[in-house]
């Protein structure tokens, strides 16, 4: 029980930092207690001003799901846009994570992570889930180039903040 607690805890100190939640949908239908569900949230690129994405992640319903003690499988959608002027707040590396979440009690995590097709001028981010012992090939991946944003807009070049 303590262990759970401990995990609770450490969540509501995570929450800061959750996506915002678009709108959910049941899939599933349970008599007495939650549905299984998909959720769609949006989330702004925390080192590229500009950027937002939107995920897609099944829910699971149940007693498990309403505990919080489910794990949750590895399908995952993924869309970016260019919102905005682009502009980087700070260098990275090729494949940093911009946003990570727990999928599971202890062992899985969701994680998008950044990268930059230098010679196109595109960002690319991926979104996938591993496991502590075996990881998921499940994945998907979305593309923002880097365009003008109105007339002024000076066009910076990823491959100048995301190298290797």
């Given at each position: 029980m303590?262990a ?6 450490g ?19 349970k ?5 299984d569900k ?12 500009g950027v937002a994405c ?6 699971k319903g149940g007693?498990?799901?309403w505990?919080?003690v489910?794990?949750?499988?590895s ?8 919102i905005?002027?682009?502009?980087f707040k ?5 494949g ?8 599971s009690?202890f062992f899985?995590k ?6 930059c097709?230098?010679?196109?001028n595109?960002?690319?981010?991926m979104?996938?889930?591993d496991r ?10 979305s593309s923002v ?9 000076v066009?910076?070049k ?6 290797n």
């Amino acid at each position: 029980m303590a262990a759970v607690g401990a995990v609770l805890l450490g969540s509501a100190a995570y929450a800061a930092d959750e996506p915002d939640l678009i709108f959910r949908r049941s899939t599933v239908f349970k008599w007495l207690t939650p549905n299984d569900k998909l959720a769609t949230y949006g989330i702004d690129d925390p080192e590229v001003e500009g950027v937002a994405c939107h995920f897609t992640v099944p829910e699971k319903g149940g007693i498990k799901g309403w505990l919080g003690v489910a794990e949750e499988v590895s399908d995952i959608s993924l869309a970016c846009r260019q919102i905005g002027p682009i502009r980087f707040k700070s260098k990275a590396q090729q494949g940093d994570d911009m946003f990570r979440q727990r999928r599971s009690l202890f062992f899985k995590k969701m994680q998008i992570v950044r990268g930059c097709d230098a010679k196109r001028n595109v960002l690319v981010y991926m979104v996938y889930s591993d496991r502590l012992i075996e990881g998921s090939p499940k994945n998907s991946t979305s593309s923002v180039p880097i365009m003008p944003w109105g007339a002024s807009d000076v066009i910076q070049k990823c491959g100048d903040f995301i190298g290797n």
